[in-house]
C-alpha cells in the first residue's frame, strides 16, 4: 500500500497553481431512489447519478491572478487535483460556488473556495 505526504499536493484552476493552499477536500457520492413501498419492513433504493465537490483552503494571496483571482463564484472551470506526488490525479469540471475570506487578530488572512461539480470527476 502506498503512502504520501500531503505537503506535495496541488489545485490547479485549468494549467494554473493556486498559490498557497492549506489543504483540499474532495467527495464523491451518489444521489439515492428511494422505492419502498408501503408495507415493506426494509428501506430499499436505486442508485442515481454520481456527484462530486471540493472544498479548497488557501493563505489569501491578491497577488496570484492565474489562481485564486479566478475563484469567484459563478465560474465554471476545469479543476485538477494532486494529492501527492506520485499520487492519482482527480480532473473534473465545476462551478465554484463561493469564496469566503477569513481573517482573526494575530492570524493569517485566509481564503476558501467551494465548487460543485458538472459532470464526471476523473481519476487518473
Given at each position: 500500500?502506498?503512502?504520501?505526504s ?8 485549468a ?9 483540499f ?11 419502498s ?6 428501506d ?6 454520481r ?23 459563478g ?17 473534473g ?10 481573517l482573526?487578530?494575530?492570524?493569517m ?14 481519476e487518473t
Open positions: 500500500m502506498a503512502k504520501y500531503g505537503n506535495s499536493g496541488s489545485v490547479k484552476i494549467a494554473n497553481e493556486v498559490a498557497e493552499i492549506l489543504d477536500t474532495l467527495s464523491t457520492g451518489v444521489t439515492t431512489i428511494d422505492s413501498a408501503i408495507g415493506d419492513d426494509d430499499v433504493h436505486l442508485i442515481g447519478s456527484n462530486w465537490s471540493a472544498s479548497v483552503n488557501c493563505f489569501f494571496d491578491d497577488s496570484d491572478t492565474t489562481g485564486q483571482e479566478l475563484m469567484k463564484a465560474l465554471d472551470a476545469t479543476l485538477i487535483f494532486t494529492p501527492a506526488t506520485g499520487s492519482a490525479v482527480f480532473t469540471t465545476a462551478t465554484i460556488e463561493g469564496l469566503e475570506i477569513g482573526s487578530r494575530n492570524g488572512v485566509t481564503a476558501s473556495f467551494t465548487a460543485k461539480g458538472n459532470g464526471a470527476l476523473v
